[in-house]
């Protein structure tokens, strides 16, 4: 399972969480961790529903405000 954009990613920044590997522009990673940390995992919700969560929170357990 994956998922790739075809773009470059020269002057982003990488992003890893849970085995994930993201790219962000720096001045917005900058301006979305004032707010905490960035969060990213596949889940599949309880109807089956599958997708990637991106989510800025203090602490992982922290209920998220979603991007």
Not at 3 to 18: A, F, Q
């Amino acid at each position: 399972m994956g998922m790739t954009l075809e773009e470059s990613v020269t002057g982003l920044e990488k992003l890893e969480s849970n085995g994930i590997d993201a790219y962000i522009e720096s001045g917005l990673h900058e301006l979305v961790c004032q707010r905490g940390d960035i969060y990213i995992d596949f889940v599949v919700d309880r109807h089956g529903g599958k997708g990637f969560s991106i989510a800025v929170k203090r602490t992982a357990d922290e209920k998220s405000d979603c991007c």
